[in-house]
């Protein structure tokens, strides 16, 4: 069974920074084959592309508004990614959900990742 399991979100206020986690366990292959993305949902809207990292060239993508401020990572010894989230901004605010993609493209389309967490809150107050 397949899990991923989001944390570090929590309430922060507007220029501060937080860092996200996310542990996988229960993959059919390494962790390392997958590609890892974030994804965030604001209230009333559809769930958006953060950032994204490929398996094999480890290369990254953001949405346009993140770029400069969030860093996405992965630590394949342990099973986790993370976002850096700095600089925060009210507009931030969202729960935020990890995606693990099985071919490891580190694409920004929802529908290319097959498993998904829970979501962690973050709330940036102005």
């Known amino acids: 069974q397949v899990q991923l399991v989001e944390s570090g979100g929590t309430l922060v206020q507007a220029g501060g920074s937080l860092r996200l986690s996310c542990a996988a366990s229960g993959l059919t292959f390494t962790f390392g084959r997958y590609g890892m993305a974030w994804f965030r949902r604001a209230p009333g809207k559809e769930r958006d592309f953060v950032a994204a990292i490929a398996w094999s060239t480890g290369t990254v993508y953001y949405e346009d508004s993140v770029k400069g401020r969030f860093t996405i990572s992965r630590d394949n010894a342990k099973n986790t990614v993370y976002l850096q989230m700095n600089s925060l901004k009210p507009e931030d605010t969202a729960l935020y959900y990890c995606?693990?993609?099985?071919w490891g493209r580190g694409s920004d389309n929802v529908n290319s990742y097959e498993y998904w967490g829970q979501g962690t809150q973050v709330t940036v107050s102005s």
């Open positions: 995606a693990a993609d099985l």
